[in-house]
Structures are given as C-alpha cells and as structure tokens.
C-alpha cells in the first residue's frame, strides 16, 4: 500500500535533487544532492526516515560508505543510537585495513575498513546515497561479512532502478527513498 507520508518525502526530494550531465565523465547524470542536504527540513527528513525504517532491525552499527554515504550513514546512527564505521577508498584509513577489490565496467577498484570496524555477529546497515549498478555496496558488504559483521539491510536515498543494482544485493533487503525508473 503506498504510503503518502513516504510519497510525499520522495517528491520533495525529486524536487531538490539536481541533475548535472556528463559530470565526473561524459555521459553520466550525475545526482546531485548538495540541494536536499542544504535544506535543513529535508535534510533532517531524510535521516529521520532511513533512521525510523530500521529502528526495529536491532541495527548494532551503521556503515557508511565513501564520501556521500558518511552524510548520510552517521545522522542515521545517531537517531538508531549505535556506533558508525566507515568503508573507504584504498590508502584513507589510519590503521590496518581489509581490503576487497572489485570489478568495475572497465577496470577495477577498492575498498577498505579498518579491521576492528565491526564486532563478531554484529548486525549492520549499510549506507550509500545513491544505488546504482550496486557493484560498489556488494562490495562494501562482503568486506564487513570478511570482517564478521552481518549486512541486515543496505539503505539508499535515490535508487537508479533502471541499473538493477538491487539484483546484486539479493542477499539482504534494500532499501531506497526514491526510485528513478528511466535515466
Ligand atoms: P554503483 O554503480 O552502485 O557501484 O555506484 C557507485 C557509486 O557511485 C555510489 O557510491 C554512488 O554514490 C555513485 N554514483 C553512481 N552513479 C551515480 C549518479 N548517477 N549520480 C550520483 N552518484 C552516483
């Protein structure tokens, strides 16, 4: 049953979201959500309801993934009362890391975590700003599953559906604020 608390949400995030072509390379649209998170209401909005969806998931830590996740990831923490960790690129952690690589369309890349990041059998939330092919949060939740944790949900603000991301992440529900079904 659709919700119109939760339809009226997505609306005005559509509304701020600002689409910036060919940004960081030629033919990509860029999502751009500096407009939702300068607008204080919505801001505080959009944690207050990724925070409400999760606060009977028995969440024990909320993951962050670089860098627009940790916007996000660390206010939703706060309002579910658990820790936060981040997941980084190669190289941007302190102290010892694990590291999983994955493949990209042309390539590969990295992430990291901090090798104590995650406690035996914790239950975690993984958070992104956006989901798009969803090779990057796979990613990030078989590192925290290599590091002992367990990725209960994955949580998103905008979701490019039309990518399928959400197919990659079978493992666990997913979840997302707005839903684009074309690009
Ligand atoms: P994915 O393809 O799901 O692995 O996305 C990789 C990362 O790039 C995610 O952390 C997203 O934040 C970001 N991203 C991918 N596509 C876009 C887009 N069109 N607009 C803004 N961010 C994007």
């Not at 997505?10 to 030629?26: K, L, N, Y």
Request: a negative charge; proline letters at 7%.
């Amino acid at each position: 049953m659709p919700d119109p608390t939760l339809d009226r949400l997505a609306e005005r995030i559509r509304q701020r979201v600002r689409d910036v072509p060919d940004f960081p390379q030629p033919g990509i649209l860029f999502k751009d959500l500096t407009p939702v998170l300068s607008d204080s209401e919505l801001f505080s909005a959009v944690v207050r309801q990724l925070a409400d969806d999760f606060s009977s998931h028995d969440i024990d830590l909320v993951v962050g993934i670089e860098a627009r996740g940790f916007i996000f990831a660390a206010p939703v923490a706060l309002h579910l009362g658990t820790g936060f960790a981040p997941v980084r690129k190669p190289g941007k952690l302190p102290y010892r890391t694990r590291r999983i690589e994955y493949a990209l369309e042309y390539g590969s890349d990295a992430l990291e975590a901090h090798v104590d990041a995650v406690q035996p059998g914790q239950r975690i939330l993984l958070i992104d700003d956006v989901l798009a092919t969803g090779g990057t949060a796979l990613a990030a939740a078989q590192l925290l599953e290599q590091l002992g944790g367990r990725v209960v949900a994955a949580a998103f603000v905008l979701e490019l559906a039309f990518l399928g991301g959400r197919n990659r992440l079978s493992a666990f529900p997913v979840h997302s604020l707005v839903k684009y079904t074309a690009g």
